[in-house]
């Protein structure tokens, strides 16, 4: 296909601006003087309409037309140079945060398109920043497991049982930095949508979830509050972020209690623990990884345990949904929006 | 033909003398990984064969019969998804744990498709690998034989007779079907609607606490005999045996 170009753009109006204008002269000379088809017959005659109409007709066609085509493009290039030369200190600059288009030489005209491309550069710049603060974070939790297994390590006879135990933090870890990756994807491209009722997805996950948690003596029981409806859904994605919301309800139930899984009221996941119950702001602090893992170890008494909360926002947002908590029930909730709207991912 | 047998791949078996004759394939190019699943699995009692591509495990299942197979998808000669689902079209049936160091989201559903019994990522601990091929065995269609045992209980599917070390339990047949749904499924939840559709028929009318009362039965039968088997009970979902506790 071809691209739409402003200069042919000018030329071909301009074309037709004389092509329009000449008929009318035409026809008005022709009017004027009188003649007509039989009059171009004769010899004298068709030389002098001929002169007529160079004179009246095509002469100031000319005169208009050129000059108006060249002014045309000239202004043209003048405007688009600023962009022009935007573009070679754009291709020059290296790949940097803080990279804005100059919109001082802009013209007016482009100055939405400049201001949408600086505001998708600031969005960007804010992501990467997050990303870094997200790595160094994550690098952060890492190294202590590291660090405790190498010094472990050097022991003579090392304490295998501790040594695994951060081995298994550390694969968890691993593991909800991979599900966070794939999260994030998702959110960028909404693919394989499921349909797919709360309440099988609830049973599912927390049958599979049972074993773990008897185990480490505590019980899971399922509550339908009603309402549980059927909703588009990547299953396996929704499925993790409830497995992390049952791992925290394990990480603060008291052993010999009860964690419940339940669906509704409305389009609602619900996982009821037996501690203490997450304040909003805390969980607002969580989700936006705003606190430094230490403090986190501090507060949670586990380290990472944010960072499958984290997880479960993201994942949510990908849905058109949200994570809430409501700590004097001590729940934890995968809100939907209601169907037919908002299904699409934010 | 035999399978080729080379330093990387088909080593002998390993643990052969004291297994209960369960044979497991274990298809992994990571020699050293490889090694340590299979002293894994048999110390556990299984007898193992490796076959580190999956040309030696075609000729591996070719020649020789395995309660189970154990494997990797990403080998040197092919993805391990694209070589079961060909062998199953082919008309390999036995079971296959998919045991992998990919994890995305979906490769789980995916191999399910591809005709694996279970999957589990990479890295897994050994008890839960070890937990997983046991479980595939109690799989009906398995090879093994009829009996199916979990820790001391043992359940004889053709003769319907239930024993925990070896003293027989006294059980109705509703009790004995329950034991071994239960049982088939050991360690893992079994759906209340599950049981619901297996015991009774679509015209029966299931009282509310009829299952109830039928696992309060089958608990006080296990417990007679002093059996560390439990049931538990996990309300809105359905109920799980669980192994004795040392």
Known sequence: MRRPSINRRLSAGLSLVAAIGATILLVLVFIEYRLGIDTLAGDDASRFALAEVSDHVGLPLLLLTVPALLAGQFVIQRSFRALQESAEVIRDTPAVRGVRVDDGPMPEEVMPFVDAINGLLSRLDAAAREHEAFAADVAHQIRTPLAIMSLALEDTSPDTAALREEVSRMRRLVEQLLLLTQANAQAAVPSRMQTSTLADLATETASGFAPLALRLGRTIAFEDSGGSGTIACHREALSSALRNLLDNALRVTPEGSVITVGTGPGNRLFVRDGGHGLDPARLAAIVQRKGRADEEQRAEGARGAGLGLAIVARIMAAHGGRLETIPERRELAMVFPDRGEGMTPA | ?246
């Open chain 2, 1 to 246: 033909m035999f399978p080729k047998i080379t330093a990387r791949g088909f080593d002998s078996r390993v643990g052969g003398g004291h297994c209960s004759g369960m044979r497991v394939l274990i298809i992994e190019d990571n020699e050293r990984l490889a090694g340590l699943v299979m002293a894994a699995l048999a110390r556990g009692g299984f007898a193992c064969d490796r076959a580190g591509t999956l040309a030696e495990a075609g000729s591996a299942l070719d020649v020789a019969e395995y309660d189970a197979v154990l494997l990797d998808l990403g080998l040197p000669d092919g993805d391990g998804l694209d070589w079961l689902r060909q062998r199953r079209r082919g008309g390999f049936a036995g079971p296959v744990l998919v045991l992998t160091a990919r994890g995305a989201l979906d490769d789980r559903v995916i191999g399910l498709n591809a005709g694996a019994d279970d999957y589990l990522v990479k890295p897994a601990a050994i008890d839960e690998i070890l937990a997983r091929v046991r479980a595939l065995m109690r799989r009906p269609g398995s090879r093994s034989s009829p009996v199916l045992s979990f820790g001391r209980l043992s359940f004889d599917t053709v003769a319907r007779r239930a024993t925990h070390d070896g003293v027989m339990l006294d059980l109705t047949r509703r009790e004995a079907d329950l034991l071994e749904l239960l049982m088939r499924d050991a360690g893992k939840v079994v759906l209340r609607q599950r049981i619901e559709t297996a015991l009774y028929a679509f015209d029966d009318v299931v009282s509310p606490n009829a299952i109830d009362a039928l696992v309060s039965r089958l608990r006080r039968r296990l417990q007679a005999c002093s059996a560390g088997e439990r049931i538990h009970t996990l309300r809105g979902l359905g109920y799980l045996l669980e192994e004795a506790r040392e």
